[in-house]
DNA sequence: ATATACCCGACTAAAATAGTCAAGTTTTTG
DNA sequence: CAAAAACTTGACTATTTTAGTCGGGTATAT
């Protein structure tokens, strides 16, 4: 039961941007050199948060990409979101009154599941991008 | 961000196993056969489930398996880490002070992953299996 | 102009997953 | 005793997912 890196290091990259906020756009080298992720990853990886408009781009040199929001209104849940990284822990259809594993009638634990995501995605919705920036350690 | 299915089915068979405890062994074959999962692949998850103490084995004819708590005593935690199950939802070292992410120190979000490990590793401590057999539906 | 940086679809190697298969052993019952 | 039911175990495999890379763009500041 992982996160993929996908969603860790969109996570990262915008945590990352956060803290080394300005009036500039932040390029994806930057990110790169101090997170140590792949621009190329970096790249698949903001391609879908600017489509699901968690960050906006500037072209050209000095370019880079800007948070849409204020880290204190940016929920993980809409960078998970945006990554369709569902928080699915299984394959029962959530809504179906049938097919679970086959069956004609729900399965035996079905509303555990249920409950299960929506333990953890009330994490993430609870969760904004300033509050990953409280109390951290200092970094070289 | 997906159980898998090693993990679901296993949870499945022994609610199946707490719904129609007596004092007999339960079968592979039946939980099979109410369950709609593969006896073969049944048979895989038992044998981990045996080797941690969850079920004990009773072997020939009317033969099958027996809880070894009863539902009220067994948490959903040992269930999952009866099959590897871990419940880690990034590659950072916990408790290691270097190393995330191949850099020196621990990374941004490391401490955001922390809190995500101990919020759905909490849920499944304080499950029962017992817990999961209330107020369900009807089966057929 | 040209270097920098975003844009975007396609591709791929490696790992994980979800099983199956084969060849047993043990125990009950007729 | 023989046979069938049921557990035992390691190995094998097809499929899917993951974690990226590659190639060839386009836009813009200097």
Redesign the pocket.
Known sequence: ?????????AVMALADMAVFSSDN???????SLRQG????????I??RL??NNI???????????ILVKSPKELKISDILLAL??KVKTI?CKKDSKKSCNGKSTKCITHNFWDELDIHINSFFENKKLSDLLKNREVRI
């Open positions: 039961m992982k996160l993929n890196t996908k969603s860790r290091y756009a932040v390029s994806l080298r930057d990110i992720i792949s621009i190329l990853y970096l790249e698949q903001f391609l600017k489509k960050v906006k781009s500037v072209r050209g040199i000095n370019g880079g990409y369709d990284q394959g």
